[in-house]
């Protein structure tokens, strides 16, 4: 897929109306600083389009990218980050619960988990309510892949499969914002979901 033109018609806050955008919907979930904004900045090959940090919380709306006028990828806050405080966490989390559950043009929820760690309560609470609500388990997509020795990576996956305990079929793209890694992939995912 060749990305022609991207663009963030929509930014939404917690008390925003949710767009219609009349096109399929790729939605990032994921804890804070897993890296949803820089998967979205590699996919579309721009530096800092989506603005990422080395501090959690940096995304605070929910921001919809349109992706040649074809499709959307849309960035969450991420979740389990209480700096701000349990009050607007809750708020954030009901926000996100709110767009899941009701957001018409949801194709896909993609979950985001970091190469590094095994998945937590939050991610495990997640990956079963996304399967729940929408019926199928997420796509998953490990983040940070290039801070695993070549040995590491075999193992780290697995772990992550079993703690999930996905299905055979759940799709699980390795990837790195650092060298590219599973950049193809997913656009090639994203092309075969869209044709179908
Ligand atoms: P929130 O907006 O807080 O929910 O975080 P986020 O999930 O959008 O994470 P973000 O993309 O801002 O990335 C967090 C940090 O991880 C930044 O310092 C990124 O540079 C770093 N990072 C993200 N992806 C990768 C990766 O694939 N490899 C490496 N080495 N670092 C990454
Ligand atoms: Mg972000």
């Known amino acids: 897929m060749v990305i022609r033109s991207v663009e963030l018609p929509f930014v939404c806050g ?10 399929p919907e790729f939605v990032l979930a994921g804890r804070s600083n897993v890296g949803k904004s820089s998967f979205i900045n590699a996919l579309v090959e721009r530096k800092s389009f989506a603005r990422t940090s080395s501090t959690p919380g940096k995304t605070r709306t ?3 990218y349109n992706v040649n006028d074809s499709f ?3 960035d969450l806050p991420g979740y389990g980050y209480a700096k701000t405080g349990p009050v607007e966490q809750e708020k ?3 926000m996100i619960r ?7 043009d949801i194709e896909e929820v993609v979950l985001l988990l970091d190469a590094r760690r095994i998945p937590n309560e939050k991610d495990l609470q997640m990956f079963s309510w996304i399967l729940s609500t929408t019926g ?3 796509i998953v997509v490990i983040t940070k892949m290039d801070k695993l020795k070549r040995s590491e990576r075999a193992k780290a996956l697995k772990e992550i499969r079993a703690k999930l305990g996905a299905s055979k079929e759940c799709m699980m793209i390795p990837f790195s914002s650092e060298t590219k890694e599973g950049r193809i992939e997913f656009l090639d995912l994203v092309e075969k979901i869209l044709e179908t």
């Open 14 to 23: 917690v008390k925003s109306t949710l767009p219609k955008t009349g096109r």
């Open 62 to 64: 929910i921001n919809f």
């Open 72 to 74: 959307y990828l849309v």
């Open 92 to 94: 954030w989390d009901r």
């Open 98 to 104: 709110r767009y899941l559950e009701s957001g018409e």
């Open 136 to 138: 199928y388990e997420p």
